[in-house]
């Protein structure tokens, strides 16, 4: 089977909630062409047992362009992460990490915080050492 991966790209699978935003102005119609090509693929007979869910929106307007049951909540697939991966690579691209600070609330007195660390995540859930431990990986931070 043979997908477009620039069209899947586009595409926002949705699983879990969905935030209810209010519609955005109108706007000229999007192309015909969009709406054929992404219908096309969604009705591959490959695909007929699958159930799907897509949203497309312009970055530039935020104007809803494709909704496939766009407010159903799913259970995600895993090869969902294929989809999610590609948008991020596009996105991101392969050389972006995420970043951690760690910040004083406090003043430092003869080298003691007298205060709370702030721990700034930029979106990886996870912390930990290569054990799996927090409470490691937060030892080699504040040793």
Excluded at 6 to 32: E, K, N, Q, T, Y
Excluded at 50 to 61: D, E, F, P
Excluded at 109 to 115: P, R, S
Excluded at 116 to 125: A, I, N, R, T
Aim: net charge negative; charged share 20%.
């Amino acid at each position: 089977m043979t997908i477009d991966v620039r069209l899947l790209c586009g595409l926002c699978v949705l699983c879990g909630s969905i935030a209810c935003h209010p519609a955005p102005p109108a706007h000229p119609a999007p192309p015909a062409s969009l709406l054929r090509d992404i219908d096309a693929i969604l009705s591959r007979p490959e695909l007929e047992r699958g159930y799907w869910g897509a949203l497309v929106k312009s970055l530039r307007t935020g104007e809803t362009l494709y909704a496939l049951n766009a407010r159903k909540l799913m259970m995600p697939a895993s090869n969902m992460k294929i989809v999610t991966l590609a948008a991020a690579i596009d996105r991101l691209g392969l050389d972006y990490t995420y970043t951690t600070r760690f910040l004083a609330a406090g003043p430092i007195e003869a080298g003691v915080l007298q205060g709370d660390v702030l721990v700034v995540g930029s979106g990886d859930p996870s912390f930990s050492s290569a054990d799996g431990s927090a409470d490691a990986a937060l030892d080699v931070v504040l040793d």
